[in-house]
């Protein structure tokens, strides 16, 4: 007898050890934790769990369709008891989302595992869920279906022009020799592989500046030099459009501590734009002294920009849903590297538009120079 109940306490202390082992593994862990019994009432779950369902008080005892309830992608609501119920091997879906109070929603990664919960083959009957947010992840793999569609689909239309307009001049070369038209054909291609080299150009520095290796080469930058050299190499783009193309720098206006290629590229964002979404009037480039450094202006007459619209043009792959817009060759990524790159030299970009009225980007662009002596002695 007394042999016996030794072996019964030994027996409940390994499973209590155990029992506690499991506990500490579960609670370990960063996926959030679910395990209910075949009545889908919860048995055990761990502090993940109650991070991704946003509770603070325990789920043990509670039904799971209680304090689960997912929605679909059209937002309709999701039985997880029956989908539970349904998976008679490990299944997995990463299509569910869950809404918060504050209506905020985040996309759930959801495995479900039919499990003994006891120890042994004599346990009850249950089932294991593990939950992961991947709101992020989910984002991700979106941004990267669109910058494949976006991109093949930008590259479509160029290519297709240049090959065409280069069989064009083959053709003629051979059949008339006309000069000017083969010309025509040839300028025709150039400026399309000009675009190409440009969206090349913005990819290269968006892949740069998100994995962090651009750097800032701080030097001193002639304001007047740049504007004058900024005016010339739009002016052909401007004239073909019969545009004014003109400048206006504040008199005295000393040099800017910054980089050069940066706040030259961030410019040029802005004044292709200007050109391009302007089909009558005028282009201004303008500088002024500020505090501590230089607001540089690109003022346009042209097509503006929707309020709706202003919030978005700084994202990546946005292209406004306005016709006179989408005329236009552009992949969505010049204003957001313009925005990334105006972040690293510490700039701050000001938009001003109405449609039909044009657009006015300022961009203040402070002196690296006293902004690090300031950081300094802070």
């Known amino acids: 007898m007394v042999n016996r109940l030794l072996r019964h306490a030994r027996h409940f202390h390994r499973t209590s050890v155990e029992h506690e082992r499991l506990t500490s593994l579960i609670n370990s862990m960063a996926d959030g934790v679910i395990a209910v019994n075949s009545k889908m009432n919860i048995v055990t779950s761990n502090g993940a769990a109650l991070n991704i369902l946003d509770v603070n008080d325990t789920l043990i005892g509670k039904s799971l369709g209680d304090v689960l309830k997912p929605v679909d992608k059209n937002n309709q609501h999701v039985p997880i008891e029956h989908l539970v119920q349904q998976a008679k091997i490990p299944t997995t879906t990463r299509e569910l989302l869950l809404t918060y109070t504050d209506g905020s929603k985040i996309n759930l990664y959801l495995s479900i595992a039919p499990v003994h919960l006891g120890y042994g083959r004599k346990g009850s009957q249950g089932y294991v869920l593990l939950m992961r947010d991947i709101t992020h992840e989910k984002s991700l793999e979106e941004e990267r279906d669109e910058f494949i569609s976006v991109v093949s689909h930008e590259l479509r239309t160029p290519i297709a022009i240049t090959e065409g307009n280069i069989s064009n001049a083959q053709f003629i070369a051979q059949k008339t020799g006309d000069i000017n038209q083969i010309k025509t054909a040839l300028q025709q291609a150039h400026d399309q592989i000009m ?18 290796k651009l750097i800032v080469e701080v030097q001193p930058i002639d304001i007047n030099k740049l504007v004058e050299q900024l005016a010339k190499l739009y002016s052909d783009d401007a004239a073909k459009k019969g545009l004014a193309l003109k400048t206006a720098v504040a008199a005295g206006i000393s040099p800017l501590m910054s980089s050069d290629l940066y706040v030259r590229e961030v410019l040029q964002n802005f004044i292709t734009n ?3 979404y302007t089909e009558e009037g005028s282009v201004t480039i303008s500088a002024e002294p500020a505090d501590h450094g230089v607001r540089f202006i690109v003022q346009d007459t042209g097509i503006g920009i929707s309020k709706q619209d202003q919030d978005r043009v700084f994202d990546k792959f946005f292209r406004s849903e306005d016709f006179r817009t989408r005329k236009a060759n552009g992949t969505g990524l010049g204003l957001y590297v313009t925005m990334k790159l105006s972040r690293l030299i510490h700039a701050e970009i000001d938009l001003r538009s109405e449609l039909n009225k044009g657009s006015t980007f300022s961009i203040f662009i402070p002196n690296l120079e006293e902004l690090s002596a300031k950081n300094r002695t802070q």
Do not use: C, H, Q, Y
């Open 195 to 212: 675009f190409l080299a440009g969206m090349v150009n913005d990819l290269a520095t968006l892949s740069r500046a998100e994995r962090g």
């Open 274 to 276: 200007a050109i391009k």
